[in-house]
């Protein structure tokens, strides 16, 4: 299948370009591996396939208005 006909399909479904799916289905997995498995922000970014700490922890306070440590304090509390 094509990259252009991918992203057709993605939006005929409603859904976000298959980019953003994928990166939300990242972080989703990271938010478990924080709080489930309780790893270090780099060690789940270094899991998820982000590299670079920092722009892991960017793209995680864009997607749960949360930076990570934040988020796993506040999962700790519920």
Known sequence: MSAPHLCKVFKQFGQASP???LTRRKLNLAAELLVGER???KAA???VGYPDPYHF???FKSH???APKH???LSARR
Do not use: T
């Open 19 to 21: 980019f953003q799916y």
């Open 39 to 41: 790893l270090s922000v």
């Open 45 to 47: 970014a270094m899991e």
């Open 57 to 59: 922890s960017r793209l």
């Open 64 to 66: 749960f208005g949360h």
């Open 71 to 73: 988020f796993v304090e």
